[in-house]
């Protein structure tokens, strides 16, 4: 592997992935802990689900005003700024005394959890072509390990420590990464000298020059959604009879995650040929998991719920996987930008999704919830496969009109 710049080693990929996937639990931590945290504020399940939605709608803000710098700064110190931030913010959440505050500093946090989204596009211009989905795939298992330890970790040290008590320990795990990114991320070249406004300003000519972005992207937030519909009320259903299962016992929940870890690095080779078939079977996976979860308030199915969880999760992870290579590989000196729209959307997705299954969960149970994620699955599906067929209708244009001017 090697860069116009400088070649990235095996071991700086390896912690530069755990990098990823440490920071980017901060924007998690809070979907395990949400019954303990509406009990020690007393709102009801349906109110708390607004953590979680404030959470990624920071995170989405984070995407459109910071990674665009990436194209423009030293992506390592914007990283421990942003770290910096996180620190303070995680420190905020855990010591605030009201629920209005709680839902600030929950924005805050997800502003500042983005550096993953800052790293990810770095190591796409330190890797050649042909292994660029191979270490995608390393950085997005990464982010499915953050996921894993967002919500395994939070739910036990939230049952044992409290949710203060987790969010402090989150800080101190940021400080971590801090220190690993001033140690292992190698210097960027700057490729732009855009003034800020302008650079934000570039974004809407992305969006017009490649429409397979904002489709991608669209796409790919419709199935995040789909999958924070699960997360974002799974913890409130499996505390409901016939469960009762505690913070803890939720959270490990989690664990299923693993599956989609140990693929994604394979899910990243299959990119190069075979992206737009993995989108759509991501997507027939992740609608096949919430058909089976209409049968989870019947009885306690609780593998049947982990089987559930585990596609979700490697669908979601196919799907994005197979969207944002394509994004990426469009305009070599604009990866940054390329992944703030793609990710702004794929969070606003996942943001809808978490407000949606809190109030499908909180109304009508868990065929509520699993209606709420069957749309959006159906709705990504469908979307991917009209992609599909708006890309093989654009490649053949040129390929007829090259066989016209031979004819000719």
């Known amino acids: 592997m090697k860069s116009t710049q400088q070649a990235l080693n095996a071991f700086d990929a390896i912690v530069l992935s755990v990098c990823c996937g440490l920071s980017v639990a901060t924007a998690y931590y809070n979907q395990a802990m949400l019954p303990l945290i509406g009990a020690s504020f007393t709102v009801s399940p349906t109110h708390t689900g607004q953590v979680a939605t404030a959470t990624q709608l920071g995170y989405a803000l984070g995407l459109l005003l910071f990674v665009p710098l990436g194209d423009r700064v030293q992506r390592r110190n914007l990283i421990m700024a942003l770290l910096t931030g996180n620190i303070v913010s995680l420190l905020w959440c855990a010591s605030t005394g009201s629920y209005s505050t709680l839902l600030v500093s929950s924005v805050a946090i997800g502003v500042s959890a983005i550096s993953a989204q800052i790293i990810i596009p770095g190591t796409m211009t330190w890797v050649d072509a042909q292994h660029r989905g191979r270490v995608l795939g390393l950085m997005v298992s990464g982010l499915s390990a953050g996921g894993l330890l967002a919500r395994t970790v939070s739910g036990a040290l939230g049952h044992w420590l409290g949710w203060r008590g987790m969010f402090t320990v989150a800080a101190g795990m940021d400080v971590l990464v801090l220190l690993a990114i001033a140690a292992r991320m190698p210097r960027s070249e700057v490729v732009i000298s855009l003034p800020y406004g302008a650079l934000l300003g570039s974004l809407g000519g992305l969006l017009r020059r490649y429409p397979s972005l904002w489709r991608s992207a669209l796409c790919g937030g419709l199935l995040f959604g789909a999958l924070n519909v699960f997360w974002g009320s799974m913890a409130g259903l499996l505390a409901r009879p016939p469960y009762g299962f505690s913070t803890l016992q939720s959270g490990l929940i ?155």
């Open 254 to 408: 989690g664990l299923s995650a693993v599956v989609g870890i140990v693929s994604a690095s394979t899910l990243g080779r299959w990119t190069r040929q075979h992206s737009l078939r993995l989108s759509c079977l991501g997507a027939t996976l992740v609608l096949a998991a919430f058909l089976a979860l209409v049968f989870a308030a019947d009885a306690k199915l609780i593998p049947l719920v982990v089987l559930a969880a585990t596609c979700i999760d490697l669908g979601n992870r196919a799907n994005q996987l197979a969207h944002q290579t394509q994004v990426l590989a469009l305009q070599p000196d604009a990866v940054s930008r390329l992944n703030t729209v793609f990710m702004m959307i794929y969070f606003i997705g996942g943001a809808l999704g978490s407000s949606l299954g809190a109030a499908a969960a909180g109304r009508y149970g868990w065929p509520g919830m699993a209606a709420a994620g069957a749309l959006l699955s159906i709705a990504a599906g469908v979307g991917s496969a009209a992609f599909s067929r708006t890309r093989q209708g654009s490649k053949a244009i040129p390929r007829q009109a090259n066989r016209n001017r031979q004819a000719s």
